[in-house]
């Protein structure tokens, strides 16, 4: 991936950045520029505001990756996940400081900030988001916080993820 | 108001490896070893954790707890001897991870183990002057020993930020004193993978001159004596030098129990003496004075004589994981994992 292409998502891939249409209260990510929701979606022009994602969500469903991608090889197996954001938005996601066996959709997840890939060995190192477990199979943990404050209107329409 | 800790939070990776399983390797008595250096276990960075990724889990811990608004912060500077980039600064990263950027100072800090202390000095003098509302130093290292080096044994990873500001403080800071000489008890030259160590020489003129005459500077500076203070912290590369280090200044081991925890995650280097006093902090109430001494070879140390004040009552703890959560959690690896975890496997084609 060019240094450029990952630099311009880096809002997305360390903030959890999305957006949010103030018109209808549906939460995007990625975020959009027009809301697909609104019926005109002319409504929601100039309507779309950034929003940040908590980072809490379920696992929706997963799989568990044995063949694996390139640079991924010292971590399998490893589970890759639909995650379900309390948001509404669906992220697609690793789901790190788990035991595969332990992954089970519903698990309660939050995102955590981890490298995602290296260049080789002299290259740009990308870092992004990834998901662990709220609570470890060994004991309970206390609650997580959002890495940053959100708005404190909550959704009101049932949000759905970006398509 | 003068300047103190307004907030923070620790992140030690969830990996742990025995001693035993170490010398099993390396045809030592693992579990002698263990018990000299009194380290039970190590923490083990996963494949994808690095000094940038504990130094932003912790801030943002940190953050979360004090509800400190990102973009009033600063300064942020991070203290680390494994830092990802030998040229590209982990703080850049750190600040656009929790969204402090664009409008901070940021950079990185080498110290050996006491950048993280050097980053609070830092920080105090920037908030004490009013240049900054809010300046956050961190303490983290991924920091490894040679196979089968008796680094081996205690280096692991981990790391602890402190927010510093002068609005709802903590625990103030009441003084802080540092003590340094050129003393080459351990170095890593430019393009070496594994830290080179003077063996007995880390002791008696290094560690254990700079903390104590640390120590003994900062406590007649402020003319106290080692019974003012309700807790001690030292910097930990192992379990047994600060314990050393305590006896010879008249601490009790009560004094220590929350600020010692190398024993159960291993020398977290420049993390090691800031994830002791976040231990502290964890348990602490109003009006307890605690000292801290970290410590650098090469070799420097920093004393800092510290109070927590009412504003403690009502912080927020709750996000986030208490230190002590991972003293007591972990998941134990065999020898031949953590190799591969920590790149000690030779790939081919490298």
Known sequence: ?163 | MQAGIVSYGAYVPRYRITPEEIGRVWGSDGAAMGQSLNVHRKSVPSPDEDTITISTESLRTALVRGAIDPQQIGAIYVGSESHPYAVKPTATVVAQAVGATPNLTAADFEFACKAGTAAIQTCLGLVGADMIRYGVAIGTDTSQGAPGDALEYSASAGGAAFVIGRDRVICRVLRTLSYTTDTPDFWRREGQKYPSHGGRFTGEPAYFRHVTECARGIMEASGTTPKDYRHVVFHQPNGKFPQRAGKILGFSDEQMRYGLVTPFIGNTYSGAALIGLANVLDHAGPGERILMVGYGSGAGSDAFDLETTEEIRSYDRSFGRPVEWYLEHGIELSYAVYAKFRGKIHMGGE
């Not at chain 1, 980072?55 to 568990?64: A, H, I, K, P, R």
């Not at chain 1, 662990?132 to 959100?150: F, L, V």
């Open chain 1, 1 to 163: 991936m060019s240094i450029a292409r990952f630099w311009r998502e880096t809002p997305r891939r360390y903030n959890l950045g999305g957006s949010k249409c103030t018109n209808c209260s549906t939460v995007y990510f990625p975020p959009r520029a027009v809301c697909p929701e609104c019926t005109h979606h002319r409504q929601s022009i100039e309507k779309m505001v950034p929003f940040q994602l908590s980072g809490d969500g379920e696992v929706l469903s997963f799989t568990v990756v044995h063949d694996p991608a390139q640079g991924f090889e010292m971590q399998v197996p490893y589970v890759v996940a639909l995650v379900e954001t309390v948001e509404g938005p669906i992220l697609t996601g690793q789901v790190v400081d788990v035991d595969p066996p332990e992954v089970r959709i519903g698990l309660q997840v939050h995102a955590t900030f981890r490298k995602l890939r290296e260049e080789g060995k002299a290259g740009v190192i990308h870092y992004g988001y990834k998901f662990a477990p709220t609570e470890e199979p060994s004991g309970p943990s206390p609650p997580r916080g959002s890495p940053a404050p959100i708005p404190a209107e909550p959704p009101s329409a049932q949000p759905r993820a970006p398509a």
